[in-house]
Structure formats: C-alpha cells, structure tokens
C-alpha cells in the first residue's frame, strides 16, 4: 500500500503542472489575500454541554476541491474573483472549510465530552477528469486522481489534527471518527478490488498520519472500509460506553459497481460482521451507534440492502440507540419503520453548496442510553459572514426527547397533511435545506411530497410510486422515458374482469384504488409501514386513468416500477374509466 502511494505521488508531480494542482495550507491561501474566516458563532445555551450526556459534532460532504478559483475547479467556482465560500454547483473551498471547522472546535471547546463525525465525501466531485484514459491499467490510469485524493484528505486530516492540539487541555485525544464516502472512491463509487482498494488504502493512510485512529484501526479499516470503536463520554456520567460501527455503505449504493447490482448478498462480509459486533455489544452491556455515508434510503442504496438492513436492525434493536449517515447533502431524518423495531436514522446535512443547500452541521446529544435527545443545527449566514446557532430539532418541532422512530414517522405524516404553506413545513424545509429555504434549489429537494417520500419509502417502486403522483401530469412531463418499461403481456389478463376492479399495483404489493372521487394507498397484505392508508386529494384521480387497449394491453403515461393490473376481489366502486 506504501507502494503504491508513492507511485501516486509521482505521477501527481509530473502531471500537476498540466492539471494546475492548487493544494495549499491555509497559510498559503491567506498569504494569497484571500478572506479571512467568517465570523464564529457565540456559544448558545442551547448548544453548551449540561455535563450529563455526551455530544457529538458531525460534519459531512466538505468536499475539498483544491482547485477552487481556478478553470479546473467543479462548477461556476472557475476564476480568481468566484466567492470564497463558494456558491451553487461549487464544491468546498479551502476558507469555507476552514471556517466551519474553527466554528465546530468553538462550540466544541465548551464541552470536555464531545466526540467528532467526519460522514465522508472529503474529496470534490469529478476528481476521475484528471485520470489518464489512453490506458486500461487501473492504476496508471487513476494515478494521478488517487494522489490528489491523498493529499486533499491530507489537508483535511491535517487541519483537525491541528484544531485537536489546540484542544488538548480540553478534549484529551483526538476523538474523531471518519466514515468513508463514494466521493472518497476514485472513481466515485468505484472499487477496484472488494478488500484493500487503492483509494480506501490512501484514505485510511492519512487519518493515521495524522492520529485520527490508530494503527489497529487503520489495518481493519483499510481491508474493506468499515471498523468499530468504544467512545466514551469524558467526565463518566454514561451508563456504558458506545460501540460506535463505522460502516461502508458504499457496498450498498445504488451506483456501486462492486456489488455486481445487489447479485452479491453480503460485500466484503459487513452484514456478518455487523452481527459479530452486536453480540459482542450485547454481552458487554454496551449500546450500538451506526455511521456511515450513503444513507439507507431508497434509491441511494440497492432494494434488497434495505430490506437485509432492516431485519438485521430489528434482531438487535435491544442494543442500537442510533444511526447517522449522509450523502444527500441536506438534514433529514428516515424511518426504516413507523414504530420503533429500528433505531432512527439521521442524515447529517453537507458543508459544500454544490446541490444549492447552505452549509451547515449538527451538534447532537444524547440521553444516558446513547439515544437522541435533540439535534441543534449550525449553518452560515445568508450573507455567510458568521455561523449561526439554528434550530433544535426536537423542542422546536414538540417531539418527544428521546427521539425514536415512531416519533418521525409520525411527524413526516403530520407533514404529509399540511398546505406546502403552513408554517411547520416551511421551518422544517428551512431546515432540510440547511438554515433557510432557497428558491435557487431543484425540484426534488423543495417539493414537500417528494422531500417527504424520501425520509419514509422502503424501495425504490414506493418512492417513485408517491413522486409521480404528486400532479397530474407528472408522469408525462418526468416519466416518458419510462414508457416502454410499462408494456404488458396481454396474457396476463383476463378481458371478462370488470373495469370497475381496475388498479395499480407496484413491486412491493401496494395497491392504488379508484374509488369514490379519489386514489386510496394501501398494502396488500397490510404489513408494510409505508404509506399506509395515505388518501390522495380528489384532484389528483386522474393519474388513475387508463385506458384498456382492444388487445387488453395497458398502459400509462408511465409510472416507473409499476404496472396495471387486475383484481376481482377489490371492493373498487364507481371508477374514473373515461376511455
């Protein structure tokens, strides 16, 4: 590995002068008068340790483009006179980062307890432009991005180092952990061998460089990106101390090429040693955090990874208190379930802007159990001279501290049934999007229905199921593509079954219904937590017209995943059957 770290580095010398590398220390970039830091945020009360749980501060996504400023940079941020923070379709900039990372140890250097998360993607995106593509031979074609790749989490890695030593008096050792990311692949989601992956290799090397794990750790971590580690809360008040599983929930992507499209059961054996840990926490009395980057959420990892993650969860939900993981750049929150058989998860929102959110990070405490009492958000300022104290997820939103699973699910609902207007929704948007609401943001990531469909789908079929239905005629504008996946065999249906039984029916069993002026959701076998019994305003019936060809084949406007079918022993009266 030592190998071929330094071949890295060759190749990144001789080609730095042709990709214009610009990886440089703060010093350096300050020397370039560049602006200073923005503004730190005061300590608040609310975000000021109690002295009776622990807290963790959690970051995500920086995604260090040392290019930034110039043409090689990702996005708009080309030229010497690009925002030094950064904007839209940008990824991090070295004083962006920078200034939240002094922000974090700010807040962090009241507190003798706390315990950091790095949620991956430390590297830009796109870094794979700058391999050599007139080779086949991995390695030299990727040598030169694999190099950068080190040294941008060098400069990462060395920055927290830094902060550390500067905190020694207070937080005793540098008590960092680092999951690993589908940016941190190179090329992204890409690994070239399941165990001790070149990218995964240089990735580890640096954190141990710099002290942020130790010589044990590194070697388990490298093999196949995942390690475990016991925290402790300094000053003792926990009940027990935490076994926190830094997981690669890269394995499990939906753009992951290494698990042959979810063909291989187990990548790299994590879900049984995932196992393994939990009765080891068990036997000890410990309780179970789960990290990493890729947050299990439909359409980020493969169908049938959720469905293994879920009853692996739930056969040792005596022992996991919680879960956090990233990737989507936003804060949000998903129930695997709608009670409380599964720990929650929490997405960490990112620190790049490069999706339009703002940045931001989170500060989290826990109860005596390791479970979440409330999440209190730190963002930059709209005019991003300071970082602001946010809201606290938890007590501003009236929900029960612990937080659990059932509380959420129940709470997405609840959201489910206001006006995109009402004044809960707007403040968690505001939230979701990383302080305030952008008019500057996608579709998918204002969109109550689709925001919220992703925080509770369980697959793929279900979440593109409740997106497409959100207006009439979705399904025509996003979806076309989608219309020769949604022809039929005419001998799967019998022409004598009566319209009125006609419904949809998607991959996971549910059932949309044409009934009395509007679609209801339901499951058929009435086992599935999702969307249950979710009514569908009266103006959006029309998504649930067919039209029944001579031949008896099907079709619609496309709704991806999902076909017509029928059903004699559906109670569906008065259907909206036009043609």
């Known amino acids: 590995s030592t190998r071929l770290f330094l071949v890295g580095l060759l190749w990144a010398a001789a080609a730095s002068a042709a990709v214009g ?41 920086v995604h260090y483009d040392a290019y930034f400023g110039t043409p090689n940079a990702v996005g708009s941020c080309t030229s010497s006179w690009s925002p030094s923070f950064g904007q839209m379709t940008c990824d991090g900039s070295l004083p962006l980062i920078t200034s939240a990372f002094d922000d974090v140890f700010t807040q962090a250097s009241q507190d003798s307890n706390s315990i950091f998360l790095l949620l991956g993607d430390v590297l830009r995106h796109n870094i794979e432009v700058f391999a050599n593509n007139n080779t086949n031979d991995y390695y030299q074609q990727y040598a030169v991005p694999l190099a950068i790749a080190a040294n941008s989490t060098n400069v990462i890695a060395g920055m927290i180092k830094d902060r550390f030593s500067k905190l020694s008096a207070v937080i005793p050792h540098p008590n960092l952990l680092g999951a690993l990311g589908n940016n941190d692949c190179v090329p992204h989601y890409f690994m070239e061998k399941m165990k001790n992956a070149a990218a995964v290799v240089n990735f580890t090397e640096v954190f141990l460089k710099n002290g942020l794990v130790s010589q044990e750790e590194q070697s388990e971590w490298q093999q196949c990106g995942y390690f475990s580690r016991l925290v402790n809360a300094y000053n003792g008040v926990q009940t027990g101390p935490a076994l926190v599983l830094n997981i690669n929930s890269v394995f499990y992507a939906d753009q992951a090429s290494i698990n042959e499209n979810g063909a291989i059961a187990d990548p790299c054996g994590q879900f049984a040693w995932m196992t393994a840990q939990m009765q080891v926490a068990r036997s000890k009395g410990y309780k179970v955090i789960i990290i990493g980057h890729v947050v299990p959420m439909a359409k980020k990892w493969l169908d049938n990874y959720i469905a293994t993650y879920i009853t692996l969860l739930q056969a040792n939900n005596d022992v996991i208190s919680s ?30 802007p490069v999706d339009g959110n703002n940045p931001s990070y989170v500060a989290v405490t826990f109860d005596k159990d390791w479970r979440v009492n409330e999440i209190h958000h730190h963002y930059l300022s709209q005019d991003q001279s300071s970082w602001v104290v946010g809201q606290t997820f938890g007590s501003d939103y009236s929900l029960p501290s612990p937080l659990t699973t059932s509380s959420l699910y129940n709470f997405a609902q609840q959201l ?125 019936r029309v998504v649930c017209v067919v039209r029944l060809v001579a031949d008896v084949q099907l079709w619609t406007a496309s709704l991806s995943l999902f076909r017509l079918d029928f059903s004699p022993n559906l109670p569906i009266n008065q259907p909206y059957m036009q043609r």
């Not at 009360?45 to 002295?51: E, L, Q, V």
């Not at 929150?333 to 997405?347: I, K, N, Q, R």
């Not at 206001?418 to 809960?424: A, L, M, N, Q, Y």
């Not at 219904?513 to 009266?538: A, M, W």
């Open 323 to 352: 879960q956090f993981f990233s990737h989507t750049h936003m804060f949000t929150f998903v129930t695997l379930t709608s009670d409380d058989s599964t720990a929650p998860v929490f997405d960490v929102p990112s620190i790049s």
């Open 21 to 61: 590398l610009n990886i440089e220390s703060e010093s350096q970039q300050q020397q370039k008068g560049l602006p200073p830091p923005a503004k730190k945020s005061s300590v608040s009360s609310s975000t000021r340790g109690t002295g009776t749980t622990a807290k963790m501060y959690m970051l995500s996504d």
């Open 416 to 540: 489910m049934g206001v006006d995109k207007k009402d004044p809960t929704w707007q403040q968690f948007l505001a939230l979701y999007q990383g302080g305030f609401v952008s008019s500057a943001m996608d579709y998918g990531n204002k969109d109550k229905l689709k925001v919220l469909c992703k925080m509770i789908s369980t697959s793929e079929a279900a979440y593109e199921f409740a997106g497409a239905i959100k207006t009439p005629y979705v399904c025509v504008r996003e979806r076309e593509r989608e219309r020769e996946r949604m022809k039929w065999e005419s001998t799967e249906y019998n022409n004598e079954i009566p319209r009125s039984a006609l419904l949809f029916r998607g991959g996971k069993g549910f059932l949309v219904g044409i009934q009395n002026s509007e679609c209801t959701l339901k499951n058929k076998n009435k086992t599935s937590d999702n969307f249950r019994q979710l009514k569908l305003k009266k103006q959006l």
